[in-house]
């Protein structure tokens, strides 16, 4: 598959961030000469490469800490979202009329994949937008162009319009008049491939964009052109009106550096690409999935994501103030588990909340398990809430909750021994100096000395490990 050795070398490069509690700039600077170097391998271009790295390390050096989150990831982050950028931000829809007949044409280099494509496009769109689609035969030139487009028209069940070898304008012009007649609503036009710099081939599809006005113009790239696949799509672009590329071939052995390029040089959007010979074998080109994808960070992007979507600072930081004095009571235990409830299974997130990394189990919360403690505790009074002392001391009290909420006795008695349990963890925090306080707080869990290191000193001050 394309972008192995990309993602690769990124994921060395940022894997020596991710960890580390503090970053500098020499941190960064390490990282990105690291990253610069993979992606001119990957033949992105030079420019390109520049940019990008100026860009990263100008956000890097600058982005403040985000709530909850180590510095390594956040710069994953940085990455993942000028990668995106540089690919386009969204994925870009096709423009195509809704009512009436929609022209695709299909332009590119000789054994770019047009032909093959043409076919893919055809059936997604059927089955996308519900369109009747038919295919334009208009290569004249390579032998058995048009018998290779009926053997995919058949294949797909999509009608060919061929009017064997005449002057490729006449066979548009009364396939587009055909269509019309016969009711259909999309046509594509398999074109001959042609290189940029043959003017009368570059002629010929400018004649026939003239009289076909095409909605879609689509250049074929195979990824595998590399470098080259950036001049060809800027020549394609100044002499026709091209709409969007289509990167092929993205299953093979190729370095992708196309992908990365294309965008930003031409300013011409990648719409699809081809994934294999297969006529299923076409996906919707979305940046963002795409620069995951190069940086195989999936898992690392959705914490961070989640983080920043889930973690309310200063509900945790209240909740853990209230830890602190010894005033968290049943209402800040309902409040809690339903905080986890949101974060779901990131249970990294988790332990970076202050205490949760002890409460054992509790990161497998289901929905059932909390509308149980919602129930126990809603059957205690407002008082009992406030003060849990009065639930410890008073079995008949722990009756009556059992009774209300309808579960069991023991199950009101694992309540209180996990406020317990928080509650005495709290007191041992007690015994921590303020500035560790703080940074736990933050979620900078990493230590800065070693684990042992770390214990011994706990130890010694009887404080307690986390
Ligand atoms: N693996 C892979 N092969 C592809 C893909 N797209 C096209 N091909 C193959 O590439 C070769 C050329 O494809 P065509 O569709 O004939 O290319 P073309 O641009 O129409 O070629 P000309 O008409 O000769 O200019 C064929 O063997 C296709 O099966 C792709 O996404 N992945
Ligand atoms: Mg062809």
Redesign the pocket.
Known sequence: MAFEDLTGRFQMALRRLTGKSKLTEKDIDEMMREVRLSLLEADVNYKVVKEFTEDVKKLAYGEKILKGLKPGEQVVKIVNDELTKLMGEEAVELALKHDGLSVILMV?L????????AGKLANLIRKKHNKKPMLIAA?VY?PA?IE?LQTVGQQLNIEVYEEGLIEPDTIVKNGLAYAKDKGYDLVIVDT??RLHIDDSMMDEIKRIEKLAKPDEVLL?VDAMTGQDAVNVADTFNQALHITGCIL?????DTRGGAALSIRKITGVPIKFS????KLE?IEVFHPERMASRILGMGDILSLVEKATEEIDEDEALSMMEKMMTGKFNYNDLLKQMKMIKRMGKFSGIMKMMPGMKNLGNMDKIDDKQLEYIEAIVGSMTEEERKKPELVNRSSSRRNRIANGSGRSYSEINKLVQMLEKQQTMMRRMQGMNPSSLESMAKGNFEPKQSRSERRNKMKKKGGFRF
């Open positions: 590119g000789q054994g770019a994949g047009k032909t093959t494509t290569d390579r162009a290779q001959a491939g074929t092929t071939k993205l299953d093979g081809g994934t294999g010979e074998d």
